[in-house]
């Protein structure tokens, strides 16, 4: 059995949707799980719903939720207003063709097809197998459940571990869950730390790295000896950066990476 991992394609459309299917040509019978922020920041939000919708419909995908899709919830049934400064317009012109004024904007996004699919039915926080998680941004690393919030927003207390997330301190915490761990959420290029011990012994393993401008965001794997790896994957999906169209990874049961499509 193997496992496709797409997340973070934040309104890409066609390119990205174009690696998930190269990854599905070959590996035709692997489990497929969409790790969340389908929307904004880039054009093509309506595109990219669409096919994650289908996929679930024609595949069985598994379809997580991450966090850009809360604010948006957030927005549209409890008026929190946050989303509105999430790089949304996009998202809006591409689901209705237009903006509109906060109250009927709530209203007309309630009433849109693609946004009643995604609420309705992308809910789900983690997925996971007896080798493998896969969660939008982390889970507690000493294997107790997380949080929504944790699920999806965690950042340095996920990277670094909750006594040691500050500027000052950047050395990656230990995988005591037992599972291998796959997120989007980050950009990768925005991940730094080294592992306990000596650089550059200490430094984590960059994954599909081709030349480039500088902010490529390639697959980061950290990994201590005798412990499953945590692997991160958000390919950089802005608009700032349109050379960046996502990872698409390919995992095996055991949990190790087979491939990379960027």
Not at 4 to 18: K, L, M, R, V, Y
Not at 34 to 56: A, C, H, L, P, W
Request: hydrophobic share 35%; glycine share 8%.
């Amino acid at each position: 059995m193997e496992y496709i991992f797409a997340s973070d394609p934040h309104g890409t459309g066609q390119p990205w949707i174009e690696l998930v299917k190269a990854a599905e040509k070959k590996y035709p019978q692997a489990k497929i799980i969409f790790g969340g922020d389908y929307i904004d920041r880039r054009k093509f939000s309506q595109e990219t719903i669409k096919f994650v919708k289908n996929q679930e419909a024609q595949r069985d995908a598994i379809v997580l939720i991450g966090n850009h899709e809360a604010l948006m919830f957030d927005f549209v049934e409890k008026g929190d207003q946050t989303w509105l400064l999430n790089q949304n317009k996009v998202t809006v012109k591409s689901l209705l063709g237009r903006h509109y004024p906060t109250e009927q904007l709530r209203k007309k996004l309630a009433a849109n097809p693609l946004y009643r699919y995604l609420f309705q039915h992308v809910n789900r926080l983690v997925y996971a197998t007896n080798h493998l998680i896969f969660v939008h941004a982390g889970v507690p690393l000493d294997g107790q459940a997380g949080s929504r919030e944790y699920d999806l927003w965690a950042r340095e207390e996920y990277w670094y571990g909750e006594s040691h997330h500050n500027q000052l301190s950047q050395i990656f915490a230990h995988n005591q869950t037992g599972k291998t761990i796959v997120v989007g959420h980050t950009p990768t290029c925005l991940i730094r730390g080294v592992l306990d011990g000596d650089v550059p012994a200490g430094q984590p393993e960059i994954i599909g790295y081709q030349e480039g401008p500088t902010n490529d965001c390639p697959v980061v794997k950290v990994q201590y000896a005798g412990e499953p790896a945590r692997y991160f994957t958000d390919g950089g999906c802005q608009p700032q950066v349109p050379q960046n169209n996502g990872n698409v990874c390919v995992f095996a049961e055991d949990g190790s990476l087979i491939e990379v499509f960027n």
